[in-house]
């Protein structure tokens, strides 16, 4: 919870930014620092992706079971964008084919993308940053 | 770490005062936090810590502030989803003091 | 757009992944690592060529002569140095790193 939100950056310029998310959730931090930017940059009222390519699409999954661990469970994060209307969320349909993945095996609603498809929408972002 | 004693049970917590281990919260913590900050728990306060609660073991974070305005709305009606209500609750700043009555760890992104 | 890729073709797949999704005309830049997929012999070397039909491939001068490789670069690359490299993020209104 931020009270962060109750600033205006006063430019109302909204920008197309991509989040890109190539990396499986526990090995690296990388996922879960992406996402918590992700929440972070909601609080300015940009126009959001969400994309997962590669082993980022491991970071969908339902079922996961994080006790074991000792780390946090994040996945269940994922069904929050909603709430913060972040509801374009993207996969690569090559990174689950790869994976024997479909949409059924993923925790939330997502648009499923062909690799041009993909391409199209990354060469249209203003900001893509990479996790 | 600082520790905090409460009828006999030692609760860590960090340098803000948020409890550290989620798991050890319970009403007696929560009175204690909300006499730390200075606010008189009511049915309305338990309400939207509770909420916070079942949010947080939802979602695994706490919410932002217009995203908890929205939910509480959705949950507990017009007259309870919005800014005027829940700053007269917490006149600090639900994200801060509500969370950590709450027992939830702080903010992220919260300055 | 500009894709810069700094991990070794034959370690891990973000090189790949980056020529999959970069659109024709972009450029890509190689550098630490990533500079071996630019260089003759290499496992890389046919995927670079055949990219270069689309797109502008360049790999970073330094890493390459950090590395021995600066002899053996794949004609169609082009090589920069550091203020090239300032160069290419400047001109390009949008920049993804492979990580």
């Known amino acids: 919870m931020s009270d962060m939100d109750e600033m205006d950056d006063g430019s109302g310029i909204v920008k197309k930014f991509m989040f890109l998310n190539r990396k499986a959730p526990h090995g690296t931090v990388y996922a879960l620092e992406g996402?918590?930017?992700?929440?972070?940059?909601?609080?300015?009222?940009?126009?959001?992706?969400?994309?997962?390519?590669?082993?980022?699409?491991?970071?969908?999954?339902?079922?996961?079971?994080?006790?074991?661990?000792?780390?946090?469970?994040?996945?269940?994060?994922?069904?929050?964008l909603d709430g913060y209307d972040?509801?374009?969320?993207?996969?690569?349909?090559?990174?689950?084919?790869?994976?024997?993945?479909?949409?059924?095996?993923?925790?939330?609603?997502?648009?499923?993308?062909?690799?041009?498809?993909?391409?199209?929408?990354?060469?249209?972002?203003d900001v893509v940053i990479s996790f | 770490m600082p520790m905090v004693n409460i009828a006999g049970k030692d609760y860590e917590v960090d340098e803000e005062g948020y409890l550290i281990d989620l798991s050890q919260w319970n009403e007696d913590i929560a009175k204690y936090m909300a006499v730390e900050e200075k606010v008189d728990l009511t049915e309305g306060h338990w309400e939207v810590v509770n909420f916070l609660r079942e949010y947080y073991a939802e979602y695994q974070i706490a919410p932002a502030v217009r995203v908890l305005t929205k939910a509480i709305g959705k949950k507990l009606g017009p007259d309870k989803g919005n800014n005027k209500y829940l700053y007269e609750l917490f006149p600090y700043g639900p994200a801060k003091q509500a969370c950590k009555i709450a027992g939830l760890p702080k903010p992220t992104g919260c300055i | 757009m500009l894709h810069i890729v700094n991990?070794?073709?034959?370690?891990?797949?973000?090189?790949?992944?980056?020529?999959?999704?970069?659109?024709?005309?972009?450029?890509?830049?190689?550098?630490?690592?990533?500079?071996?997929?630019?260089?003759?012999?290499?496992?890389?070397?046919?995927?670079i060529q055949a990219a270069?039909?689309?797109l502008k491939i360049y790999a970073l001068g330094p890493d390459l002569a950090a590395r021995g490789m600066a002899a053996r670069v794949l004609d169609g690359v082009n090589v920069v140095d550091y203020a090239g490299f300032v160069d290419l993020v400047a001109e390009h209104k949008s920049c993804q790193s492979w990580l």
């Open chain 1, 35 to 80: 996402l918590e930017v992700v929440l972070i940059t909601a609080a300015f009222d940009q126009d959001v992706s969400m994309v997962f390519t590669d082993d980022g699409v491991y970071q969908l999954l339902k079922g996961i079971d994080t006790k074991g661990i000792e780390v946090k469970d994040f996945s269940k994060t994922y069904r929050a």
């Open chain 1, 86 to 125: 972040i509801e374009k969320l993207y996969v690569d349909q090559a990174s689950m084919d790869a994976r024997g993945l479909t949409e059924d095996d993923l925790i939330v609603d997502v648009t499923v993308l062909s690799v041009d498809e993909m391409a199209n929408l990354m060469a249209e972002q």
């Open chain 3, 7 to 47: 991990k070794s073709a034959t370690d891990r797949g973000s090189l790949e992944s980056c020529l999959a999704m970069a659109t024709k005309g972009s450029a890509v830049l190689l550098i630490e690592d990533a500079v071996y997929a630019a260089t003759t012999g290499g496992a890389a070397a046919a995927k």
């Open chain 3, 52 to 54: 270069s039909a689309d």
